[in-house]
Structures are given as C-alpha cells and as structure tokens.
C-alpha cells in the first residue's frame, strides 16, 4: 500500500518545491536573541522572532525555570484534571487575570490549543460567529471544530461586519472574532468600533492577542488598552510563546462562567498535558516583570517608531503599523526573495512573504522589532536595507 502513497506524496512535494512554497528550516546554534549564530557558522541579526521583549533568553526567566526544576521537577504527566495541577499552574492563572483585567484565566499547552478548544464548548449551531477574513489558522481550525453558523468579514472592515451581524440576527447567541494585531500588516483590529457594533447587534467579542500582549498599548495590554477597552472584551485568547517568554503555553482569559465552562467542556484542556512547572513558574516571574516597570514595552516602541521612521525617510514603502510588526512593501515576489537573500549576506536575517501568505502583487519583508535589539543594530539593518534596496532598484 504504501508504494502509491509514497508516490503520491513525492508528487506532491515535487508541486510545493516548483511552486516556491517549500519551507525550509534555518538552524540556530545559540540562544533565540537579536543576534543568533545558525548552523553554517554565520552570525546574523534576527528581525524574524516574535521576541518582542527581548525576554526568550532572559536570565531572569531562565532562574525561574531552574528553580522550579529543582523544587518540582521536569514534568506533570497528567491532563489538569487528573494529577496536573501544582500551585504554580493557578497562580499563572490568577497572574494572567490580573494583567488582562479579567476574572479567570485556563491555561492550555499553546494559543493554537486555546483557540481550538473555546468554540465547541460554548456555542452550538443555533449560535453564530462571525470571524475576520484574516484570523490566524488556529481560530479557522477551532471554528471549524464548532457547529454554529459561520460568518465571515474582509479584513478589520467594519461596514462588512455590520453586514454580517445583520444577518445573523437570526441566530441565538452571536460572537465576533478577531486577531488583536494581524501578523502580516501589522494592523490592529479596530476594537472601539467592534465593541460599538457588538453592542448595538448584541454580540459578544473574542480577541486573540497573541501578537498584541506584552506589545500594543502603553504598558502592553493588547489592544484593549490601546482603545481604553479593559474589562469589555468577553473572551481573550494568548500565548506564551511570544512577548512572554517565547517558550510554550497559550490561554484563555475573560468572563468567570465562560472559563469554568472550558474548564468542563474544552478538549485540548482536559485532554492534553499540563504545561511543565518550569513554565508555569517562569511564566509567574514574567507577569511579575511587567507589574513592575514598563521599561521592555518603552524601548520597544522606541525602536519601532525609530526604525520605521527612519526606513520611511529613506524611501521605502512601509505599511501603517500599531504593532512591532514593520512591513517592507515590495510588491514582486521574486524581488522579496532576493532582497531577503542580499540582506542575509548583510548579516540581517529576515522573511520575504508573497502570494498566497499575502495577497497578489502585495510581497513584502517583514521585519519584526524587539526590546532586545540595540540601537547599534537597528542602525545596521537600516543601512543594510538602504544599500540593498539601491543595489536592486527599489531605492532612487
Ligand atoms: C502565534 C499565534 C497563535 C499560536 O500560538 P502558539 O502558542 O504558538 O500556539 C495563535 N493565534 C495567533 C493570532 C498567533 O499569532
């Protein structure tokens, strides 16, 4: 049997490959940071990693994790439920609630899990979601697994929201959903005027903050703080695998009945491992660090307006951002792929992303800022930008 299969599937990738879309995998031979060492021997500037606050390798984080390997050991073997829940786990939990201005928090194994397993507990199909054209794969995937009736809107558009929520007047409880920044523009969604609508068509709201937590907003709240919004988003989804830390971990935090419900009813929570101790306790000291000072979330948006300022002034086309996440418009695909090609041989390591991750005609880098990059490197990767960008055209 396997001989077709095996066929089949090497035809398929053969289609991957000449359609440009194999990923390949850098390695990387050092701690995750704004410099890294990679397996070839290089030593590069990373504008690619969702460190935003510079916190992956924070000695800090690395403390904590060795003290709770010590006191608590390596890991839980257990769902929550069973044998899976250590005191640490429920103060991660409480710590998370308090940072969002939330009532509870339920941990999953990552975001992808929290996000799979929030609407097929809640909603049945006499309810509805309407959910943004451009939400992240694991809101698809969690709608998906939900038998509610599905509406979509064009991305952060809030004329086609109104349409949807109009329609699904018909159903009986309505949730809106939406990404907090999306991950290719960097655009925030426009949370005042969702809660506007969710209001007037009396709907619900569910934001995922995965990219927006430890980064949007002044002391990093998401962008409920950035619309003065704490408190009024129903459902929040997050990860730890960003701005916190960047290790593992997702959640779900919001309305008290809403969380106890996942609590009964969410599959990837009662039936998947609980999150190592070394985690929960890094994860403690990490909401411990953002209580205390806004120094990370102050240099990040420091380093974000400097160099988008800056990569404005010398001419490139930048997409408007409220988030760490600077695109580099160059609209041709075989063009994105060179210029992240040259840049690497500045020693800048970044990612060209065209058509399908984003539209047609629409390629583009992405440069991800982080509190962990000096000014020093910032300089040189604008520098680096300026001589590749005159070197293949797209510079005067
Ligand atoms: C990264 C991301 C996730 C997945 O988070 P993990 O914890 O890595 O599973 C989910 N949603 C959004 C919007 C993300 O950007």
Known sequence: MYKNFQEHLQKELQDIKE?????????????????????????????????????????RLIDASK???????????????????QDMHKELEAKIAEFFGTEDTILYAACFDANGG???PLLTAEDAIISDALNHASIIDGVRLC?????????????????????????RFRLIVTDGVFSMDGNVAPLDKILELAEKYNAMVMVDESHSAGVVGKTGRGVSELYNAKGEVDIITGTLGKAFGGAI?????GRKEVIDML???SRPYLFSNSIPP???????????????????????????SYFVDKMKSIGFDIKPTESAICAV????????????????????????FYFPVVPKNEARIRVQLSAAHTREQLDKAIAAFDKVGKELGVLK
């Not at 608590?72 to 044998?83: D, E, L, N, T």
């Not at 971990?249 to 935090?253: A, W």
Request: hydrophobic share 35%; net charge negative.
């Open 67 to 85: 003290e709770a390997l010590d006191q608590r050991g390596y890991g839980m073997s257990s769902v929550r439920f069973i044998c899976g829940t």
């Open 118 to 120: 929030v609407f097929e």
């Open 263 to 265: 609590r009964q009813r």
């Open 249 to 253: 971990g997702g959640f779900t935090t």
């Open 278 to 304: 070394m985690v929960a306790n890094a994860g403690i000291k990490m909401f411990d660090i953002m209580k205390e000072s806004n120094e990370l979330q102050d240099r990040l948006h420091e380093n974000t």
């Open 19 to 59: 359609a440009g879309l194999y990923k390949e995998e850098r390695i990387i031979t050092s701690p995750q940071d704004a410099e890294i060492s990679v397996s070839t021997g290089e030593k590069v500037l990373n504008f690619c990693m969702n460190n935003y606050l510079g916190l992956s390798n924070d000695q």
């Open 329 to 352: 418009m160059l609209y041709d695909a075989k063009l994105s792929q060179d210029f992240a090609s040259a840049l690497l041989k500045e020693g800048i390591y970044v990612i060209g």
């Open 147 to 171: 038998k509610a009736q599905r509406y979509r809107y064009k991305n952060a558009d809030i004329a086609d929201l109104e349409e949807q929520l109009k329609l699904a007047q018909a159903q």
